[in-house]
């Protein structure tokens, strides 16, 4: 999309996600940016994880813009009719699927517990430990693990899971 690149350097576009520009100074189309969305200001701003600028309407419609590895909002008015953009290359598809950004109406059981590399790690090498070692190692391997069958008791009545069997 065709832009007058004077107003985004006006308002500091380019330093960091979350600008703002509300309106035009300018209508010397002079720079290139992606147009990535669009809603209302509360949306585009909470997409940003920012806040809403002091006196920016949050129901107004706005775009996300790309610009200089940064994204900011755009007021839609300075878009559609103030000069600020007078030519904009649309794709083919226009549009792309999305999926909402809300929580699935049918959410999937969550995956099951999958030991981490860390955990097999130190599996390994408690059974290594156990298998090779004297008395002793096999004691302290022993008690490790009853002290770790403690704890993961204590979080399942916590949390109201079933004991791990003795």
């Not at 690149?5 to 600008?19: E, F, K, Q």
């Not at 190692?137 to 003795?166: C, I, M, W, Y």
Request: charged share 15%.
């Amino acid at each position: 999309m065709g832009v007058a690149g004077n107003d985004l350097s006006r308002i500091n576009a380019g330093n960091s996600n979350g600008w703002y520009l509300g309106s035009c100074q300018s209508t010397n189309i002079d720079h290139n940016v992606e147009m990535l969305g669009y809603g209302t200001a509360a949306y585009c701003f909470g997409v940003l994880n920012v806040p809403i600028p002091a006196g920016v309407d949050p129901n107004q419609f706005c775009y996300l813009v790309n610009t200089w590895s940064t994204i900011g909002v755009v007021n839609a008015a300075v878009v559609e009719t103030s000069g600020w953009c007078n030519e904009i290359d649309m794709r083919t598809p226009t549009s792309i699927a999305l999926t909402s950004v809300g929580p699935p109406v049918n959410p999937p059981p969550p995956p099951p517990h999958t030991p981490t590399r860390r955990g097999l790690a130190i599996a390994s090498a408690l059974a290594e430990m156990y298998q090779t070692g004297d008395d002793a190692d096999r004691a302290e391997v022993e008690s490790f693990l009853s002290q770790g069958k403690t704890l993961a008791n204590k979080l399942a009545a916590k949390h109201g899971k079933p004991a791990l069997a003795p």
